[in-house]
């Protein structure tokens, strides 16, 4: 199961059902501890590290703008889902 986000959901989710839709995995992050984009840049910091933070700051952008919209789709209509009912049926 190690390094398989879905598994882990589904395993997570078996056990505490009440976690539904508001259970995420989120990837690790690291901070780069030098300067902006531009300021490695200007600094004149190597071509090829410039465009590898620009391409890393490029898609961690995507991935919080992508994690912002998740979040407010969950707000505006996750919460008024019906819920599950129970399996079991009374005879």
Known sequence: MRGNVRQF???ASRLDPSAGARFRVHKATWRWP???VAGEFLAGTST???Q???TVA???SALITQQSMQQAWT???DRYAPRARSARRQV
């Open 9 to 11: 959901a589904h395993v």
């Open 34 to 36: 030098g300067l902006s």
């Open 48 to 50: 090829d590290l410039v």
């Open 52 to 54: 590898w933070l620009a």
């Open 58 to 60: 490029h898609a961690r």
């Open 75 to 77: 707000y505006a209509f």
